[in-house]
């Protein structure tokens, strides 16, 4: 779903609720809240939850499919709790899967603009929105910068996670 999309839902619900604690504080208090989750970091932060969960979810979930449930008995047999579970046999069958559905996020929400750009504090600029206004100011030159940044902090997780799971594979030696 398109993040403008995505940011006119967020905003309904917001406003709706900043509206009704507003009233209702009107009414019993006399006191008038303004706004408490409209226009803050909490919209973009829910924009971005909405946007890119389905994202980390499969991702998440195929590597879960990795996990068998004989792996859960054997585990148990041999007298393992279901923490010591999680961290011995779930936590590295599902790490390379995880940083993966990490980075993935992440490289999206730094190039995401709709969703930002509707739904940011004043004053709040990532590197998109400074792309962006700097692009449509007609000042390429300096628009070229955070557009580098943009595509340099995005390749070096992929670069470095590369590694990482290249290193995790089974057969490689773990020196």
Request: no cysteine.
């Amino acid at each position: 779903m398109p993040g403008s999309v995505i940011a006119v839902g967020v905003l309904l619900v917001y406003t709706r609720f900043d509206n009704t604690v507003d009233g209702w504080m009107r009414y019993n208090f006399d006191i008038s809240t303004g706004l408490i989750l409209t226009g803050t970091v909490a919209g973009v932060v829910l924009a971005y939850l909405v946007r890119f969960l389905a994202i980390s979810f499969n991702t998440a979930e195929a590597s879960l499919a990795k996990v068998t449930e004989s792996m859960d008995w054997a585990a148990r047999t041999l007298g393992q709790r279901p923490g010591t579970t999680l961290r011995r046999v779930h936590a590295p069958l599902m790490w390379g899967s995880l940083l993966t559905a990490s980075m993935l996020v992440f490289v999206d929400v730094m190039k995401e603009l709709p969703a930002t750009i509707i739904l940011r504090p004043f004053n709040f600029d990532t590197l998109a929105i400074r792309t962006y206004q700097l692009a449509s100011d007609e000042r390429l030159v300096d628009a070229s910068s955070s557009a580098l940044a943009i595509v340099l902090a995005g390749i070096l997780p992929v670069i470095v996670l590369s590694f990482a799971i290249a290193r995790s594979r089974a057969g490689h030696s773990h020196d």
